[in-house]
Each structure stands twice: as C-alpha cells, then as structure tokens.
C-alpha cells in the first residue's frame, strides 16, 4: 500500500499561484510513475500532469488546458512530487490528486486537496 499526503491547496485569485505538494510512503524510483489529477464538481476526474517511469523515459505530460502554466516535477528526496500553478483560473477550481501508477498499473491516491481559484 502506497500512501500519498497531498498540500499546498487554497484559494487563489484569477492569475496567481500555487504549488501543491505529494509525499509518497515509497520511492518513486525508476519503475513507477507519479501524476495529478483534479475532480471539479459535477465532473469526471481528469489528468491535469504526469511524470512517466524512468523505465518508460521520465517524459511528462500535460493536459492541453493547462499547458505553458503548470510544471509537473519531482524529487527522490523524500519521494515527492509538486504541481507549480501559475496563471490560474477559475476553470482550474477543483479538487486535486496525487497519483501513483506502479509498473503493474496499481493505482494509488491521495485524499486531495482543495484548489479554488476566485474570479
């Protein structure tokens, strides 16, 4: 079992800022790969960002609506993941995500974070 602790999440004026955070209890390492995703009301959850395993080539993908202002990156010290939000909108109110996708494709989540972005 994977767990995953999310933060970072607030509320935001239209065109600010927020990073989020994600601590997994394992290390990333080569094989697994580690994402965001969001959830708005009424809404199917969508990716919005994910780093693929080192083994499959450690490229990151991005929802085309929130390409050029969100940055998806990592870090192996202490197994983490962050989301830079930079020009928010009030589109990209939700509720968000951490991931974690292993080689098997077993998925794990984290208990979300709120995002409000206010117009």
């Known amino acids: 079992q994977v767990r995953l602790v999310e933060s970072g999440g607030g509320l935001v004026q239209a065109g600010g800022s927020l990073r989020l955070s994600c601590a997994a209890s394992?290390?990333?390492?080569?094989?697994?790969?580690i994402g965001w995703y969001r959830q708005a009301p009424g809404k199917q959850r969508e990716l919005v960002a994910r780093?693929?395993?080192?083994?499959?080539?450690?490229?990151?993908n991005y929802a085309d609506s929130v390409k050029e202002r969100f940055t998806i990156y990592r870090d192996n010290i202490p197994n983490a993941v962050y989301l830079q939000m930079n020009s928010l909108k009030p589109e990209d109110t939700a509720v968000y995500y951490c991931?974690?996708?292993?080689?098997?494709?077993?998925?794990?989540w984290g208990q979300g974070t709120q995002v409000t972005v206010s117009s």
């Open positions: 991931n974690f996708r292993t080689l098997d494709n077993r998925d794990f």
């Open positions: 394992e290390s990333i390492g080569i094989r697994n790969s």
């Open positions: 780093i693929l395993s080192i083994r499959s080539g450690g490229t990151t």
